[in-house]
């Protein structure tokens, strides 16, 4: 699976951005997605993932209330809404993909793929 990863840009805060990760290969529906982002200086950190069927969903306390996860198996792609958007959201943010998933969905360890990331930056 290849994962590309786009939509970021620059945004006031409070401002919205969508961030989508188109996946090539027809077994999408199979993975699990994850995003997650880092900050510089600071480790990747998981801000949302979403089951194979788009039926679950997991969101860190920091984006919870702001963020929504969703994915279009049809279309092989995985979205993440971002709202009411705070500097601290500045990071370059990835996707990636876990086959089956996984109960450990907040480890990036446990992802078999990644995308190559997209920049949000969000000005005070």
């Known amino acids: 699976v290849q994962l590309q990863a786009f939509g970021g840009g620059l945004v006031l805060a409070g401002g919205s951005l969508r961030l989508s990760c188109a996946a090539s290969?027809?077994?999408?529906?199979?993975?699990?997605m994850g995003w997650f982002r880092q900050a510089p200086g600071k480790e990747r950190e998981f801000v949302a993932a979403?089951?194979?069927?788009?039926?679950?969903?997991a969101y860190a306390d920091s984006v919870k209330g702001r963020f929504t996860v969703s994915r279009d198996n049809a279309e092989n792609t995985v979205y993440l809404q971002m709202n009411s958007l705070k500097p601290e959201d500045t990071a370059v943010y990835y996707c990636?993909?876990?086959?089956?998933?996984?109960?450990?969905?907040?480890?990036?360890?446990?992802?078999?793929?990644w995308g190559q990331g997209t920049q949000v930056t969000v000005s005070s």
């Open positions: 990636a993909a876990d086959y089956g998933g996984s109960s450990y969905y907040y480890n990036p360890n446990e992802y078999d793929y």
């Open positions: 290969g027809r077994t999408f529906s199979s993975y699990a």
């Open positions: 979403i089951s194979w069927s788009g039926g679950s969903t």
